[in-house]
Every structure is written in C-alpha cells, then in structure tokens.
C-alpha cells in the first residue's frame, strides 16, 4: 500500500512539474541569432499535458487539474483504445508525408520487390498511408518508374524516398490526397 502512494504522489509530482514547465515563459536562449529552435511538437489545444483520451473530454484546463484528466485516461483505458482507434480526442496530427517517409524508408528492401513486381502487400499499404484512390494505378506507377526510382543499388534511402513521393505527388491520377502537392 505504501509502494502504491508513493508511486501516485511521484506520478502526480512528474505531471505537475510537466504542466508548470508548459505554463512556463521560455527564458530567452543565448544561443547565435542563426540557429533555428527545433520544431515544437504541438497537439494544436485538442488536450493537455495529460494526453488524449476520456480524461482530455471531460477536463479540459490546464495546470495541477490534468493529474485527474492523466488518472481518468489510465483507469478507463481510452487512451489506448483513442490512439488505436483514432477516437476521444487521439486524433493523427502528423502530416502524410512524414508517415509515407518512414513507412517507404522502414520496408524499402520489400517495397522494390513489390515496386518490381507492381503489386504486393507493401504498395497497398502505401497506398493506404498516402490517402491514393487505387492500390494498383499506385503499383502500375511505381512499376514504371522503377529505373528512376532504383537506379542502382547502392542508392541511398532518401532519395528512394524523395523519388517515391515525388512519384506519386506528380501523378495527378492516383489521387494521393494525404501527402502534400
């Protein structure tokens, strides 16, 4: 029992000291006036720092208050369930590129074989990331392409990356609506 409060009050310490961190004014950064600050990831107000889910419904200030939104979210398992499924507040804020990037650049060596072929598993699955209206124009595409798209082996993984969406960003036909034009 005592492991137990001890384990909430540092829980409820991490959120508080999370919560005033993002309440917090930035003090100004002595780093050179050329470096550029690292994009901030941000969650656009949908919830606070206690993440998404039932708990980001129901309470929705800021502060010490999203100790109970973070106790509601883990006690109801919508967190879990909103993230998997998209629902309570989990939406996906991350553009299509980002996710077609990792996906072409996680299953290269299987996306050439399908790319060769101009069907398989991994082009559908592409063609799912990428918001495409038809796996097999994606795959006849791709296919076509392929010289360019491998042009020798010892090509490097971004521009596999840069030619596969630029593949499908051009191709007008395909109607791959989540990644960027």
């Known amino acids: ?14 959120v508080a000291g999370n919560a005033l961190a993002d309440a917090a004014p930035a003090a100004p950064a002595a780093a050179p ?26 309470i929705t200030g800021g502060g010490i208050v999203q100790i109970f939104a973070a106790t509601t979210n883990a006690t109801s398992y919508t967190q879990t369930f909103g ?36 069907t398989g598993e991994t082009i559908d699955n592409l063609t799912a990331i990428a918001g495409c209206a038809d796996s097999k124009a994606v795959g006849t595409t791709l296919q076509r392409n392929f010289a360019g798209i491998f042009p020798n082996a010892s090509v490097s993984s971004d521009q596999v ?21």
């Open 33 to 58: 006036a050329a470096a550029a600050p690292a994009p901030k990831k941000s969650h656009k107000g949908k919830y606070g720092t206690a993440g998404c889910g039932l708990g980001s419904m129901i």
């Open 83 to 118: 993230i998997t499924s998209g629902t309570s507040n989990c939406e996906d804020s991350d553009s299509g590129d980002d996710s077609a990037r990792v996906f072409v650049q996680t299953n290269r060596v299987a996306l050439a074989k399908d790319i060769s072929r101009g």
């Open 1 to 14: 029992m005592r492991n137990a409060i001890w384990i909430a009050a540092l829980g409820a310490l991490f």
């Open 161 to 181: 990356t840069d030619s596969i969406l630029s593949t499908l960003k051009s191709e007008r036909s395909l109607g791959c609506t989540a990644i960027g034009s």
